[in-house]
């Protein structure tokens, strides 16, 4: 299951100026970027249905050339849902109320359907009167062409063309966009990770597409090129690890010891190199739950130190031959 949720808040944290600069030039013209400010998470209760809501990303920020503060509430939403608009009314509210601040509000959708355009106003009005139009900024991502965005240099668009309106055919082609933009914009390693994760996660290519892709990347830009092969060669040394660990962890579900053991002595050597037969012994007599263990930690491991100090809180007694 793909947490949509916590991508969506981690890019838009991380690069929160910059997606206003993208989408809402005008609101990041008039803001102070320096003051800043995330707010802790904000839970609301809907007392007639009493489900809980949280909001998912509240920034504080002066306005530029003034001492006075505003609120910017931006609520990601991955699947459909009737009464959004109302939920954003209901936000907008409770925060206004919360914090005696003037709110400024925006919803980004990254469903994939429907594609209508999605209503961005709360009316509540009588025949002889509107009582309350409440209006919010609407990002909808599958309406959002994604060639719109190739030459912005901004780490955002390399990130979210991987969820715009892009047809079955085009998707070996966004996806190398995508990664010669990040090639192009000099970030640093984490944030670079970030972004790189952000788009192999929702443009996910069929093996026949990455022979595509790969053909594609040969043909690019030599300063350009050695950048994406990085991104593409991190790619599928995860993509390694997370089978083996997946098979590891079905083993062990399934009884099959000496099967995790194998698996577990075919990947330690990706890690630290040649494992000694009396490594070996060692780790075939740990148990199944130590096993499990071992599983999670060796990710972590970078040299046969590692591997000593982990299973010597398990073999005190571990003697290991120079």
């Known amino acids: 299951m793909i947490d949509h949720d916590r991508l969506f808040k981690e890019l838009l944290s991380t690069f929160f100026v910059e997606f206003l600069e993208l989408f809402l030039p005008e609101v990041a013209a008039y803001l102070e970027a320096d003051t800043l400010e995330f707010l802790d998470k904000e839970v609301f209760t809907d007392i007639t249905e009493g489900d809980r809501y949280e909001a998912d990303l509240i920034a504080k920020i002066k ?20 009464n959004f608009s109302q939920r954003m009314f209901l936000y907008f509210s409770r925060l206004s109320e919360k914090y005696g601040l003037p709110v400024y509000p925006i919803a980004v959708f990254s469903f994939n359907s429907p594609r209508s355009q999605q209503p961005k106003i709360y009316q509540v009005s009588f025949p002889n009167k509107v009582v309350l139009q409440f209006d919010y900024d609407v990002i909808q991502l599958n309406r959002l062409n994604w060639r719109d965005f ?10 979210l063309m991987a969820k715009m309106n892009i047809r079955n055919q085009e998707r070996v082609r966004v996806k190398l966009e995508c ?15 970030l972004i790189s994760g952000f788009i192999d996660t929702y443009l996910r290519l069929n093996s026949e597409e990455e022979s595509q892709l790969e053909l ?7 300063s350009q090129q050695k950048v994406v092969m990085e991104i593409v060669t991190s790619w599928m040394e995860k993509g390694i690890e997370q089978g083996l660990q997946q098979g590891l962890q079905t083993g062990l579900q399934q009884g099959k010891q000496e099967e995790a053991v194998a698996l577990i002595l075919r990947q330690l050597p ?10 070996q012994g060692n780790i075939r007599s740990l148990s199944v739950s130590q096993l499990e263990e071992l599983a999670e930690a060796l990710l ?10 982990w299973l010597q809180q398990f073999l005190p007694d571990l003697l290991v031959k120079n």
């Open 63 to 82: 306005f530029r050339n003034q001492e006075t503060f505003f609120l910017i509430h931006i609520e990601s939403q991955a699947q459909y849902q009737a």
């Open 150 to 159: 190739l030459h912005q240099q901004n780490p955002v668009a390399s990130a």
């Open 179 to 193: 990664l010669r933009l990040l090639a192009t914009l000099r970030l640093n390693p984490a944030k670079m990770k």
């Open 216 to 222: 594609e990347i040969a043909r690019i830009e030599p």
């Open 270 to 279: 990706r890690r630290i190199g040649v494992v000694t037969p009396e490594l």
């Open 300 to 309: 972590d491991f970078s040299n046969e130190t590692d591997l000593i100090a």
